[in-house]
Structures are given as structure tokens and as C-alpha cells.
């Protein structure tokens, strides 16, 4: 496992703590437990630099190189926008006006906020409006977030080793929902409808991770984290509450996640009764 996480469990949320059988426990000693009882060995803090057939090479955040050789590889790629380039009426080049320079589309979050030590919750968008031209929104993985959640790091070569922040299935399934229905308020109600807010501030997301298949032997990890976005003023000490957040693992969460995939796939074909599942 490699990733440019800092530490095992940050999972681009700057880590979280959660409620494991009625302790509070970091998410990094939740995963470490997982992945050390599985037998992954886990590379974190790393920026992978080049991939080759059966081999990559990455730099580490104490600015040392390395390679690693593999059968068969799951790479994810750093995040960007689709690179979409934007036209006026008039043919003027207006992609700057309404994408960040990552390919993401601005919308109505805080994009001076400046260094970590300002960061606040306050920055992340609530309309994912674009602030120039109001009659265009982005939800889900395609809005320009404000900056990253986790604490920045580079390397002392200068390169800057950070996990994007998640934008999964459930925050872009509620922003996306609530983008539908400002849209339709704006058609309906005209410029002057109230526009619907989905903060991920102020959103909950729960994430269903498998770690093995089997009706009887499955097991999956289930976590439930409250704000997704931590909030250090509502929530001193660790930015989430507590009652709200909390993981488990067996197999109570693999039959969750073999149940929402086919409640998924059942509203992904809007049969009947679609509405009623959440996202
Ligand atoms: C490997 C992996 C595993 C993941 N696992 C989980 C998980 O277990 N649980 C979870 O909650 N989330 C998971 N996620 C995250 C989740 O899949 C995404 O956050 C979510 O799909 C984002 O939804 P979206 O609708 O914003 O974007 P997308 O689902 O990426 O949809 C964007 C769509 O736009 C289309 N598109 C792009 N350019 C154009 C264009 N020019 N014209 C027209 N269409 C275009 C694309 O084809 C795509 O269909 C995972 C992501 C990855 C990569």
C-alpha cells in the first residue's frame, strides 16, 4: 500500500477519532490494526514519481527515493479537473474566471484563506455556484474545494506530498441532490430562488470499505464521520463529534455493503421507489 497520506489513516481528512466499541480511537491506529493483521505492508508519505511495467519510484517526505516492484498495480492519479477550457460569447478565453488552475470549476467557497493555521470550516462551499456566472454549478468531485483538509507537507526537495480531499460517493450524492434542486428552483422560481446548501462542514458521510467476501466469513470496515470537513470551533479537540463518528469492523458491514450495493444499482436505474433511498 502506498500513498501520500502523512501518516496511515489520514484518508485526506487530516485523520479522524472514532468511537471503536465504546473508546475513542485514531483512525490511524484503526487502520495500522487492519492492514498489520492482514499482512500489508504499508508506504506512506509518498509521492510516486514514475511508473513503469512492475515498478515504481517514489520520494518519501524525509526527501529520500525509493522503488517498489509489483505484479499488478491500482493506481489513482493526483486529482485534477477534466481540463476544460471555457469560452465568452464573444470567444474570449474565460477558463480562468471559472476553473482553479487544478481543472476544478470555482464555485462559492474561500479560496483566500490562506495558510493551515486560518483554515476554517467556513471556507468550504455551501451552493457550489460559480461566483461569475450564476447559471453554472459544480458537485461532487468537479467543484475547486478551498484547499486540502490535511495538514500540507513537502518533502525538502520541494515537492508537495498531500492526499486530496474525498469527495466519495454519499457528499457527492447529497451536493449533487441539492444542486438538482436549486437548479429546478431557479427555473421555476426565477434569479431570485433561495439556493439549497449542502456544506461538507456541516455533512456526515459514512464509507463501507470490504476487507474480505463471504456470506458467513466476509468482514468490512464500516465508519460514520461527522463533519466531513473537521470543525475545530464547534468541535474543540478533535473538529468532529464524537457521537456521530465511530467504526467498526466484521461482518455486520460486509451484509451493508452487499445490501447498499444492490439498493445503489436498484435507485442508479430509478426503478420504483427510487426517491426513497438516501444517497
Ligand atoms: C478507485 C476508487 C474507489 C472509490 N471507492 C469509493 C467507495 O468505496 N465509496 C465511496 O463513497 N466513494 C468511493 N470513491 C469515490 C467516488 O467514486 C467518487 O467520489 C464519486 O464517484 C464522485 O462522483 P461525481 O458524480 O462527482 O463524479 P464521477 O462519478 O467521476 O462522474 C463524472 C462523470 O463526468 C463524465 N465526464 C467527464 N468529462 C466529461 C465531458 N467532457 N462531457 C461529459 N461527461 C464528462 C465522466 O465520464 C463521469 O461519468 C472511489 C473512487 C475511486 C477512484
Redesign the pocket.
Same mark, same amino acid.
Given at each position: 500500500w502506498i500513498s501520500n497520506e502523512s501518516f496511515l489513516g489520514d484518508f485526506g481528512m487530516g485523520g479522524l477519532h472514532m468511537k471503536v466499541g465504546g473508546y475513542v480511537v485514531s483512525s490511524k491506529i484503526f487502520s495500522e490494526s487492519l492492514y498489520a493483521e492482514r499482512g500489508v505492508d504499508w508506504l506512506i508519505g509518498a509521492h510516486v514519481s514514475k511508473v513503469e511495467s512492475g515498478k515504481v519510484e517514489y520520494e518519501l517526505l524525509d526527501g529520500s527515493k525509493g522503488e517498489e516492484t509489483f505484479d499488478f498495480a491500482m493506481l *489513482?492519479p493526483p486529482f485534477a479537473g477534466?481540463g476544460?477550457k471555457a469560452f465568452a460569447k464573444d470567444g474570449s478565453d474565460i477558463t480562468g474566471t471559472v476553473f482553479a488552475p487544478n481543472g476544478f470549476m470555482k464555485v462559492d467557497a474561500n479560496y483566500n484563506a490562506g495558510a493551515y493555521e486560518n483554515w476554517k470550516a467556513s471556507d468550504w462551499p455551501r451552493t457550489y455556484q460559480n461566483p461569475t456566472y450564476k447559471n453554472m454549478f459544480a $458537485?461532487? *468531485? !468537479?467543484f475547486a474545494p478551498p484547499h486540502i483538509i490535511s495538514k500540507p507537507m513537502s518533502s525538502p526537495n520541494g515537492t508537495p506530498i498531500n492526499p486530496t480531499p474525498p469527495?466519495?460517493?454519499?457528499p457527492?450524492g447529497i451536493i449533487?441532490k441539492a444542486v438538482a434542486h436549486s437548479v429546478c428552483d431557479l427555473i421555476t422560481k426565477g434569479d431570485g430562488a433561495h439556493l439549497h446548501e449542502a456544506s461538507m462542514a456541516e455533512m456526515g458521510a459514512a $464509507?463501507v !470499505?470490504s476487507a474480505g467476501k463471504g456470506l458467513f466469513t466476509g468482514t468490512a470496515a464500516a465508519m460514520t464521520v461527522y463533519p466531513v470537513v473537521p470543525d475545530f470551533e464547534k468541535y474543540p479537540g478533535t473538529g468532529r463529534d464524537t457521537d456521530y463518528t465511530f467504526g467498526e469492523i466484521g461482518l455486520a458491514g460486509h451484509w451493508i455493503k452487499h445490501i447498499l450495493h444492490h439498493l445503489f444499482i436498484y435507485k442508479a436505474k430509478l426503478k420504483a421507489g427510487w426517491t426513497l433511498i438516501p444517497e
Open positions: *489513482i477534466v476544460l $458537485c461532487g *468531485i !468537479a469527495r466519495t460517493g454519499m457527492s449533487g $464509507c !470499505a
